[in-house]
């Protein structure tokens, strides 16, 4: 079925931190330090960007970002770091592509030590003790970001020394993340615990310490780092549980499309306003019950996809299956963007706006990068000549 956007809408604490419409979030782009995030960015007051959830949700690309930020006169030497984190993203969905739902599983290597697959009930209450951490993942559940340095170090308590596999808390951060790329997200999590890389990660005590203008000390952190190997897990992080994870979808309502007109289909991975904005199209959002049992996301995410869609003009919800609109508009033609959930759509696929040409699986971001930056520095020769 079919629901419009009818109901008044007041800002969430998510949309007060990340506001949702194009003026704002462009203006955000605009104001970008990219030479100062190079410096500062694993700093939790770092000249970070905030704009991972408007490129995880399509509302903009990572090359949308890169030309703009270009066009301010930075040369690409000068802003290496912030062009490689842009790539990161790229990496991801790249990987995604080309391996489909083998992300879900250990990528590269088995995640060694692996004590079970449910995750610490005191990461999920924020009780590790571990005070950064703590009031990241209370932050987390209030405004659906956390800071992506935070993001390693509650992978690694949770998997490495909590020894929980990988799977149960990826789900688990994705379901309160404003940027939740799944991709993205799995795979930090399976690089972290040495499944998508060649070692696991840690972070003792000092190292959370001087990120986090914390000053603890005590913690079962504090240890060298080659003792986190062999130490037995840590009272608190014995206790494992399975996290509940359900989406409540909007209720359903009846709204006539045309079936005359060729459709646009949105989703929570596709949000761009600025996509084929003439005239002459039913826009649809879809959301799929089948994609939110397998994906789950909490209720304030699921709010900042729909306040993003208020600002698609003609923007309306179908909530069920891409075959269930499918035969409402009977046989009409359909457009949508490629992204590695949408293979079950069928009609015309368009690409995304990629930074760079480079596709394929590369193992490591190394390779990748090479290619991406012979790719960048063609570009940048070409405008020269």
Known sequence: MITSYASPHRASQSESLFPTDLASIIQRVDEIDPIGYGRSRNFIDGAVTRLSPYISRGVISTRSVLDRTLARGFEPYQIEKFIKELAWRDYYQRVWQAKGDAINADLRHPQANVANHRMPGSVIAAETGIDAVDAAIRSLYSTGYMHNHIRMYTASITCNIGRSHW????????????????????????????????????????NVDRHCYTSQSGTFLDAAYDEFGSLPVPAVLQQTTTPSLTTVLPERADVTLDPLLPTLIYNSYNLDPTWKTETGYNRVLLLEPSHFAAYPIAANVLEFILALGRYISGLQIFVGEFSELKEILGGGEIYYKEHPLNRHYTGSEESRDWMFSVSGYYPSFFGFWKKCESELKGSQLSLDL
């Open 167 to 206: 799977l149960t808390p990826a789900r688990w951060m994705y379901y309160h993340l404003l940027d939740g790329d799944w991709a993205s997200n799995a795979i930090s999590w399976q690089w972290v615990a040495g499944a998508a890389s060649n070692k696991k990660y840690f972070a003792d005590q000092a």
